[in-house]
Nanobody, 127 residues
């Protein structure tokens, strides 16, 4: 089973940028789609972005499209989320996760499509 550790969160002013990292250990992420989700206090965990196992396709929630970019580097077992033009409504605990299925080109946007989860990294955007 893979262990995922997110990092890179912090406090930033609106309009600023952060780059989140997700480091995997215990097993390679190669072959698995990777996703980022976020959860604000009192709210459900929401889909943010996903990247297919080969990295050729990415998909974003409408709320972050054009501002966030997901990428992966299987050579170092890592996934990233570049977040630009941050807004106060982006404030949340951000999680990365691996897909349940391997070598699938499908786009996964539901939390149930993912199996391994990290503990999250907090992003706080001040107005």
């Amino acid at each position: 089973q893979v262990q995922l550790v997110e990092s890179g969160g912090g406090l930033v002013q609106a309009g600023g940028s952060l780059r989140l990292s997700c480091a995997a250990s215990g097993r390679t992420i190669s072959g698995y789609a990777m996703g980022w989700f976020r959860q604000a206090p009192g709210k459900e965990r929401d889909f943010v972005a996903t990247i297919t196992w080969h990295g050729g396709t990415t998909y974003y929630a409408d709320s972050v499209k054009g501002r966030f970019t997901i990428s992966r580097d299987d050579a170092i077992n890592s996934v990233y989320l570049q977040m630009n033009t941050l807004r106060p409504e982006d404030t949340a605990l951000y999680y990365c996760a691996t897909s349940r299925r391997i070598y699938s080109g499908s786009i996964y946007t539901e939390a149930d499509d993912y199996y391994n989860w990290g503990r999250g990294t907090q992003v706080t955007v001040s107005s």
